[in-house]
């Protein structure tokens, strides 16, 4: 946090811990990619790691809502 930031009167800057993940909505989307569509497998190369990653991706794009309710955080929301 700096007093250099100039901060538009209806904005509201909420500090996070740091080191905090699971407090990040990035990380939470990429959680539930693991757990749903990249996790227990067996990747043969570098690029099969490619493939399925951008596979997974182009999966959650087409689901929008899901990426709305993962990143949605109540704390975060004005009142």
């Not at 990040?24 to 190369?45: G, Y």
Request: charged residues 25%; contains cysteine.
């Amino acid at each position: 946090m700096t007093g250099k930031l100039d901060v538009p009167h209806n904005i509201s800057i909420v500090a996070l811990p740091a080191k905090c993940p699971e407090l990040n909505p990035v990380e939470n989307i990429w959680q539930f990619m693991r757990d749903n569509w990249l996790s227990n497998r067996v990747f043969t190369s570098y690029e099969n790691i490619v493939d399925l990653c951008c596979e997974a991706w182009n999966k959650l794009v087409d689901q929008p809502w899901r990426i709305m309710t993962i990143g949605r955080r109540k704390w975060a929301r004005g009142s």
